[in-house]
């Protein structure tokens, strides 16, 4: 069964402190993997986009590794900011018969002064 | 450069009303469509696709249903609102697997 699941389900954090997110996948076969950021009540944003050739993507404060073969990823925080307060949300594209996008179901992240 | 449209933002509906949620594509053409509602604190499900005009895809059995009447347009309808369906839709589209854009959400609540 395609599964996408997410870890810790939330964190509270410290502003100007490191984080990481962790995403397990049983997706097969692999296409994607990208994370978005969803604000309360906004729609997901993309932060980043990794195909099964790649093991790490940046995108500013936000660092994205994949590892296709334990088919983990993790998404690293580097000094958090009020405004990093939001759900991280992995999904995975792929799978049998056609294509299939699976949404982890997000870790929520609080950051606190 | 595209960009998406949904609304309302926010709708109160009675339960037993009919259920019309719309969104629009601007910037790109025969993009692959999708509805998708998150319940609160959970993941987002995927209710609906369409690869293009009139082609309607369901992902789960529900009391919602789709429409596709032009290449850039999706609509979410129902006949008889249940208070199970409230909660958070969200309009998306792609043009490939390695990316989607999401619309700013509507928030449902059935009373």
């Known amino acids: 069964k395609n599964q996408v699941e997410q870890s810790p389900q939330s964190l509270i954090i410290l502003e100007g402190k490191n984080c990481t997110l962790q995403c397990n996948y049983t997706v097969s076969p692999f296409s994607n993997l990208r994370w978005y950021k969803q604000d309360t009540g906004r729609g997901p944003v993309s932060l980043t986009i990794m195909t099964f050739s790649e093991n790490t993507k940046s995108n500013g404060r936000y660092t994205a590794t994949l590892d296709a073969d334990t088919k983990q990823s993790s998404l690293h925080i580097t000094a958090s900011q009020l405004s990093d307060s939001a759900s991280y949300i992995c999904v995975v594209s792929g799978g049998t018969g056609g294509f299939k996008t699976i949404f982890g179901a997000g870790t929520r992240l609080f950051v606190k002064a | 450069s595209q960009t998406i449209h949904q609304w309302p933002a926010t709708l109160v509906q009675p339960v037993g009303s009919p259920l019309s949620l719309e969104c629009t594509v601007e910037g790109t053409s025969n993009p692959n469509l999708y509805w998708y509602r998150q319940a609160a604190g959970r993941g987002l499900q995927l209710l609906f696709y369409?690869?293009?005009?009139?082609?309607i895809s369901s992902e789960v059995p529900q009391n919602l249903s789709a429409s596709r009447p032009q290449d850039r347009q999706f609509i979410l309808s129902s006949k008889k609102l249940l208070l199970s369906d409230s909660g958070f839709y969200l309009c998306?589209?792609?043009?490939?697997?390695?990316?989607?854009?999401f619309g700013q959400g509507t928030r449902l609540t059935v009373v």
């Open positions: 998306a589209w792609s043009t490939r697997l390695t990316e989607a854009f």
């Open positions: 369409s690869v293009g005009i009139g082609q």
